[in-house]
């Protein structure tokens, strides 16, 4: 069956714009989580979904971090107001329920120039 | 918060070779899974295992929950076995999961 799928795989973009990342998880599963891996930081939690509500946020790096959830599946991720710490790859994960196997999607790659 | 640590920081493998990767994590955990990453950067699933023993092919993995400890076994290691191999665990209430810094492999033909 089909992965986890995000778009966009790439994005580049100027400092100050805000940018939309989009996360499908695997059909079925409640459970969907945001990650940053950066040169610095390795692999970050930023928030985590069961279906719709976001009862984790504790890893958002601050208020120009923003997320839903819509239909308990897709997600999106916005960053406002970008700067250039935030150039990362953004990867999303999901699973069926929150203790289960989490599966990655192949992430998206932001620049921020 | 949890740490993991994960050894040795970078291997160097002759094709064909053994090794063993170890993580140490300092609290009870609910989840623990390693990963591959690829250099595509893409994170590949290889055991969801918070205890016990699993193989799949050439690999194995080991989890001594009670000394809070994993180890991946790679045997007669391949070059498409390069990359970086990241241990992650999920403790208590949680649901996000904490990585080790991983393990950076080079297996050379």
């Known amino acids: 069956g089909a992965g986890v799928s995000q778009s966009p795989s790439n994005k580049v973009t100027e400092k100050g714009k805000d940018v939309e990342l989009r996360c499908d998880p695997i059909s079925g599963h409640t459970a969907l989580y945001w990650y940053r891996q950066s040169l610095g930081q390795g692999l970050e939690f930023l928030i985590y979904?069961?279906?719709?509500?976001?009862?984790?946020k504790s890893g958002l790096p601050s208020d120009r971090f923003s997320a839903e959830r819509t239909g308990g599946s897709v997600s999106t991720l916005t960053i406002q107001r970008t700067q250039q710490e935030d150039s990362a790859v953004y990867l999303c994960?999901?699973?069926?329920?929150?203790?289960?196997?989490?599966?990655f999607g192949p992430g998206t790659r932001l620049l921020v120039l | 918060g949890i740490q993991v640590e994960q050894s040795p920081p970078d291997l160097i493998l002759q094709e064909g070779a053994n090794s063993t990767l170890r993580c140490n994590f300092s609290d009870s955990v609910n989840n623990l899974q390693w990963f591959h990453q690829n250099p595509w950067g893409q994170l590949i699933n290889l055991f969801y295992i918070p205890s016990g023993t699993k193989q799949n092919g050439r690999l194995s993995a080991t989890t001594v929950a009670t000394e809070r400890y994993s180890l991946l076994y790679i045997s007669s290691s391949q070059t498409t076995d390069s990359g970086v191999y990241f241990c992650?665990?999920?403790?208590?209430?949680?649901?996000?999961?904490?990585f080790g810094k991983g393990i950076t492999l080079s297996v050379r033909p």
């Open positions: 992650a665990v999920v403790t208590g209430a949680n649901s996000k999961l904490t």
């Open positions: 994960a999901s699973s069926f329920t929150k203790v289960e196997t989490q599966y």
């Open positions: 979904f069961q279906g719709n509500s976001a009862p984790d």
